[in-house]
């Protein structure tokens, strides 16, 4: 799994969700890249977070910013299934995620921001990849 997301978007409820996911599925790896990851004050805290709700530390990857465009989007190899934030949907990362070719698993709200991904998925006719609750997802 992987997001390439703001961390400003990544809140308590974002990380409950991924923790379950990387739970329920064994062996699973969650890569977020981030150019906060630069300081280890900043990894540290994120990675608290996952481990608060039993996540342990080797099954997050963490990378800060690559030092090319090219460089940055050859870390999209290393992502199977993407995971947009909620309840602020991203657009560009998304964008810039379908187009190398990695799905992208949204959670559908209430307002503009929590529906970006669904305008988006149901563009390109990837409704399945757009859950209506948090079990969904």
């Not at 805290?45 to 050859?74: C, Q, V, Y």
């Not at 190899?77 to 990695?102: K, W």
């Not at 559908?108 to 563009?123: C, D, E, F, I």
Request: charged share 20%.
């Amino acid at each position: 799994f992987g997001s390439f997301s703001c961390l400003a978007k990544v809140g308590e409820p974002c990380v409950a969700l991924w923790a379950r996911i990387l739970r329920e599925v064994p062996n699973s790896r969650l890569l977020v890249k981030n150019k906060g990851f630069y300081s280890s004050d900043v990894q540290a805290s994120f990675t608290n977070k996952f481990k608060a709700h039993g996540i342990a530390e080797h099954r997050l990857k963490l990378m800060s910013l690559a030092p090319t465009a090219f460089d940055h989007l050859k870390v999209y190899n290393e992502v199977d299934i993407a995971l947009d934030t909620f309840p602020y949907s991203n657009t560009t990362t998304s964008c810039e995620t379908m187009l190398m070719g990695v799905p992208v698993v949204t959670l559908a709200g209430n307002t503009h921001g929590s529906r970006v991904g669904v305008t988006l998925l149901s563009a390109i006719g990837m409704q399945e990849l757009v859950s209506e609750s948090q079990e969904e997802y």
